[in-house]
């Protein structure tokens, strides 16, 4: 739900803010967003790292659903 999606973003970014490193898989957009430094994707096994981070990450993802 959102209220517990929030609240772990939050606690994710204390953590972070401490200088520890996370590590997230998600399909949530709004987390990727706020979490992240970099992303990447996994592709056939493979990762496939995003120069441009989460916001290259949304715009391509955004591009093929509307298409």
């Known amino acids: 739900d959102d ?3 929030a609240a772990l973003r939050e606690r994710l970014s204390e953590i972070r803010r401490r200088g520890a490193i996370v590590i997230v898989t998600t399909h949530d957009l709004e987390a990727i967003d706020t979490l992240v430094d970099a992303a990447y ?3 056939r096994g493979r990762i496939a790292p995003l120069a441009d981070g989460a916001g290259s990450l949304r715009e391509r993802y955004r591009r093929q659903v509307q298409a």
Request: charged share 0%; aromatic share 0%; proline share 0%.
């Open 41 to 43: 994707v996994l592709t």
């Open 3 to 5: 209220v517990s999606a």
